[in-house]
């Protein structure tokens, strides 16, 4: 059997200091358990961030006044280039080496880009490299890209079939309130379900050194839990966080328990990584035959449609009392839905697909 893999996710605000030069203690430390996470069977991916952070004070300028896209776009290549230097040191003095990866939002979405990446990271852990992937901030499209690491940690958790994501960040997990104005919060250590509650606890992003936030490393759980990974959010700094995060030692974080099932790659991104461009309602009837019975949308049950879409767009699908449950790759343009709302298959122009979004390009979203 093959070693399992865990991918371990730093943030900006674990790896480059508050006046903007690479943590070079954070990162040994980091490689050290690294290296100890090999020696005990396991296979490692890093995912980190910190090419923005990193890159920006050397070209004078700071993350709170900036704001164009294309300048943060350079500072990534500044940075990004600093940041591999540090890892290449700080893997060398464990006699280790490190592969760069950059991702974008579409090596996940179209299939022989996935195979591609996929391919790539297991031929460098095959090689005995540890990969070390970023997301290609440099040519990023701001309409689609993750906008934080932490999504595309989960997302590589997904494609190598990790059995654990470790999410670093600068707090011990996730609190019952903000413990920073909350003298009562304590440490969640086990989910075993994400819901609106505990989106709620999250709260939004914070900074742009600390994008993230906890809503978004919720939102990464989410993903990497529906992949079958379970996923722990643990303090960057805590002594051994990594070693005891693969051992499981209780009370270092919070563990998310992963699904017993794994969602197959295509649902996970239409789930997860498309972004919805529409939205369709439909009725009672059909709410129930696509959640417990597992069917494809069929127009018949459709009450509305919103905004502009093409075949092969996603789209968010909610009932009529407005709660989005579902979301889906559709076969229909959104026109072709208006013009056949509500009827049945056998009244439907000729030619077009019987289901609106098929049962294999749907997904039943956490509630
Ligand atoms: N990819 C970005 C960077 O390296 C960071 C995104 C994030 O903070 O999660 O600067």
Known sequence: MNAPIVVVKIGSSSVVTVDGRIDTTAL???????DVCRQS???????TSGAIAAGLPQLGMSADDVRADDVLRAASAVGQ????????????????????????????????RYLKSRGTLQALLELGVVPIVNENDAIAD?????????????L????????????????????????????????????????QTL????????????RGGMASKLAAAKIATWSGVETVIAFAGRPSVLPDAVNGVAGMGTVFRA????????????????????????????????EE??????????????????????????DTAGTVFAKGQVSWSSQMIRSNLGRRTAELEAGLPHEVVHRDDLVILPN
Do not use: C, Y
């Open 199 to 210: 989106e709620n606890v999250a709260g939004g992003p914070r900074s742009l050194r600390s």
């Open 28 to 34: 040994s430390k980091l490689v050290t358990e690294v």
């Open 156 to 195: 590589v958790a997904h494609l190598v079939e990790a059995r654990l994501l470790v999410l670093l960040t600068d707090t011990a997990g996730l609190f019952t309130a903000d413990p920073r104005v909350d003298e009562s919060a304590s440490l969640i250590e086990e989910i075993l379900e994400i819901d």
């Open 41 to 47: 069977g396991w296979r490692v991916v890093v995912v």
């Open 142 to 154: 701001d309409e689609i890209r993750f906008g934080d690491n932490d999504r595309l940690a989960a």
């Open 81 to 112: 280039t600093s940041l591999m230097r540090a890892f290449e040191v700080a893997l060398a003095e464990r006699s280790l080496l490190g592969g760069q990866v950059l991702l974008a939002p579409t090596d996940f979405m179209l299939r022989r």
């Open 293 to 318: 019975q597992q069917r494809s949308l069929l127009s018949a049950g459709i009450v509305s449609v919103s905004g502009e879409f093409d075949a092969d767009d996603a789209v968010e699908i909610e």
């Open 259 to 290: 699904k017993a099932q794994r969602l197959p790659a295509r649902k996970l991104w239409i789930g997860f990584a498309l972004p919805a461009v529409g939205r369709i309602v439909v009725d009672e009837g059909a709410r129930r035959a696509l």
